[in-house]
Each structure stands twice: as structure tokens, then as C-alpha cells.
């Protein structure tokens, strides 16, 4: 109504968000496109920093990101997906994060990723305690027929020796990533969900996901 559904899903959003405060419950987001940059088409196109391609429109994504910090306390976890990658986002302002969003590898392989879905474990609280990732290993091989052979990826606290997944914790893992080469590399790999053949680093081959080297 009006041709405006950006506006009017945000504001139901903000309405939704304020019923669950007012009686104390706590929420999650699940949605397909997350805000933030567009790495894939930035890629394409001139990189970074000139040429940063937007996920969403100027306007919904600084109406997005106030709802989300208004509500940072009943926000607990949020969820996207559409980049097929294993991935997350911190939102809010430099150093001034008020949450996250969890990006969840996809099942199809358009991307060139391992097929891919994620078992997430609750916390009692009402956040995220862990989250395992089942792939397929095979995929070359499994386009031609073969059967598929899922395996497991270390969990998220396994990997990457965190107590949990919060803001806390990932402000951590972005910052260990961002300085260290080796943790970034291990960070490529799961973000691939494995598939190494997406970044051809040399330090990336015999790497498995915990970090140990086969």
C-alpha cells in the first residue's frame, strides 16, 4: 500500500519488536538478504574502498540499523542468508557494535561453495551456544553421480576456542582474523564451508577447518 513495502515492513517490524519488550520476550530475526556490503558485486566491479557495493538502499539500511539498536535489547540473534556463504556481521558502528548476524551457507552450490546446512545449539538464555556444519566434501565428484559424502566441519567453539557465539565472541574472532594471517586463512576456508578451491591461497593447502594441518 502507498508503494513504499520498504517502509512498511520496517515499521512492522519496530511495532513487533516493541510487543515482544513490552512483555519480556526476547527475539530472533531470520531474513534473506543481510545488510552491509555486497562482496560479490564489489568484487566484480572496481573493489574496495572506490567501489563498495551496497546490500540494500541508503535509506532502509539506516532505518534497519536504528530499529536494531533501539531494540539491541531484545534483538538476541539474527539470522541471513543470500551470500551462500558461512559468515558473519557485526552491526552498529565501529567499535560501537549493538549485534550480529549470523550468515548461513546454502544447500545449492551456485557459488562455487560446498553444499551446506548448519545445526545451531541453544542457549539457555536465548542465544546461540555452538553451531556444527554438515557439507558436502565431494561436490566435483557428486555433480558426475557419485554419492554424496557429507561430513562434519569442527564446531563454531571448537574452531576457533570461543565459549559461545555472541557479540562478545565474535568481536573477538574479528579482530583475531583481521591480524593474524593464519586465523584469516582458517577463516576463508570455513567461510567456503571448506571448498579451497575458492581461494587458492598457498598457505590454505592441507589446512583443514580447526587449524590443523593434514
Known sequence: A????????????????????????????????????????????????????????????????????????TITTSFAGHTHRDEFRLTGGHNLHDGFIMGVPALSPVYQQNPAFQVFLLDPGGGIADSSTYYIANLDAAAKGAPPDWQTEPSFTRAWLLPRINLDTLEALDARISADRDAGTRWLLRNGVSRTALWPLPEARGLAPDGVRR
Open 2 to 73: 502507498g508503494g513504499e513495502p520498504a517502509r512498511t515492513t520496517l515499521n512492522w517490524l519496530r511495532t513487533q519488536l516493541d510487543r515482544a519488550r513490552q512483555i519480556g520476550q526476547k527475539v530472533w530475526l531470520l531474513f534473506h538478504i543481510p545488510p552491509g556490503t555486497d562482496v560479490h558485486a564489489t568484487l566484480r566491479g572496481r573493489g574496495c574502498p572506490d567501489g563498495i557495493v551496497p546490500m540494500w538502499d541508503e535509506d532502509s539500511a539506516d532505518a534497519f540499523a536504528a530499529i536494531a539498536q533501539q531494540f539491541s535489547d
